[in-house]
């Protein structure tokens, strides 16, 4: 959705799994040096737009806790995995409706709460 959107917008230019290295400019915005399979390059821009941790990075976890996408089984509020009484995942893992900075650190904060609350119940047993 996101980037159809974007992709729709007269001049911009949309580089997907591009990492921006350098932003170069005295008093404002010139260019920004990135790099794309591989490959370094110097664009001119007078903006951009940076968009941080759009894919889930769930490769090293197991098969068992993934969905198809690539993100987990998790309750979105808690970020407690299915079938796992002690494993909590936060941010993109739980294939937020907002893919954000602040969206990730909003579901860390509340899985470190669901994951203490956890651990206190067990100790009162």
Do not use: Y
Not at 15 to 37: D, K, N, P, Q, Y
């Amino acid at each position: 959705q996101f980037t159809r959107e974007l992709a729709a917008e007269p001049g911009l230019t949309l580089l997907l799994e591009a990492t921006a290295t350098r932003f170069l400019g005295e008093s404002s915005l010139e260019a920004v040096e990135i790099v794309r399979a591989g490959v370094s390059s110097r664009l001119p821009a007078q903006a951009a737009l940076v968009r941080v941790g759009w894919l889930p990075n769930s490769e090293a976890l197991p098969a068992r806790w993934l969905r198809p996408d690539g993100h987990v089984h998790a309750d979105p509020q808690s970020g407690r995995l299915e079938g796992e009484r002690w494993v909590f995942a936060a941010g993109d893992l739980l294939a937020p409706v907002c893919s954000s900075v602040a969206a990730s650190f909003g579901s860390a904060a509340s899985a470190a709460r669901a994951a203490v609350h956890a651990l206190e119940s067990s100790s009162s047993v």
